[in-house]
């Protein structure tokens, strides 16, 4: 049976403790669209006691911190004890985030999820943009999705270009954001070959080390020839 190491303990602590902290964004923005949405659709939602709205607003975040968190655990525990590659990828993993300051943490983050950022981003702004131009009671519908559409591309080009440096933040820190699969699958075989070879290499050395012990007993005393190579094996 193999105990736990702290630093297990403290890699485990950390993926559980980002898990809560995306399951509290991702609940708090329910809350915030419910309380956004809902008054226009259901209005009498004001009008509830304000334990029933105070429950309305903490459910969501409360509930998706603590399934977020049990889902990050249960992640961890299945890459961390898979097998010794994909351990030894996790912890070193971890090192390399401890050793982080926070703005690098922070542009690190950005880097991993620059795509779903962008996207994000991207629909956010062709939403605020027709929000905006949707205003103006002169343009027709199509003038509207015309100068929306303007605006958008503008801040996708903005998008871009800080993709751009991130990229070159990547190539100049050497990060690879690979998933741990795609590691597993790219290099695991050629950690357990360099492995196998080195243990190879060892039996080696320890055969040829009986058989020369075999052969300076057979000079000494050809009766305790065996002895030596039993004493060496065990």
Same mark, same amino acid.
């Given at each position: ?118 996207? %994000?981003?991207?629909? $956010? !702004?062709? +939403?605020?943009?027709?929000?905006? #131009? /949707? ?5 027709? =519908? ?19 270009? %800080?993709?751009?440096? $991130? !990229?070159? +933040?990547?190539?100049?820190?050497? #990060? /690879? ?5 795609? =590691? ?19 039996? %080696? ?30």
């Amino acid at each position: 049976m193999k105990l736990v190491t702290e630093e297990e303990i403290n890699a485990h602590n950390t993926a559980v403790f980002w898990g809560g902290v995306k399951g509290a964004i991702i609940g708090t923005s329910v809350s915030l669209a419910i309380y956004g949405i809902a008054p226009r659709k259901f209005p009498r939602l004001f009008k509830l006691p304000w334990s029933i709205r105070t429950a309305v607003a903490i459910i969501p975040p409360t509930l998706a911190t603590a399934v977020f968190a049990e889902k990050s655990s249960t992640a961890f525990d299945e890459q961390m004890y898979s097998s010794e590659y994909t351990q030894r990828v996790v912890l070193q993993e971890h090192k390399r985030w401890n050793s982080m300051s926070l703005g690098q943490k922070v542009v690190d983050s950005l880097s991993e999820h620059k795509y779903k950022i962008i996207t %994000g981003l991207w629909a $956010l !702004s062709m +939403y605020g943009s027709w929000v905006f #131009v /949707d205003r103006d009671p002169i343009l027709t =519908k199509t003038q509207k999705f015309v100068q929306a559409r303007m605006y958008a591309q503008f801040l996708t080009v903005g998008l871009l270009l %800080g993709s751009i440096g $991130l !990229s070159f +933040y990547e190539e100049q820190n050497a #990060v /690879d954001h690979s998933s741990l699969a795609e =590691k597993s699958n790219r290099d695991g075989w050629k950690v357990l070959l360099a492995e196998e070879e080195q243990r190879e290499a060892e039996e %080696g050395v320890d055969d040829h080390r009986i058989k020369r012990n075999k052969k300076k007993a057979k000079v000494l005393d050809p009766k305790k020839a065996e002895e030596p190579a039993a004493m060496e094996t065990n």
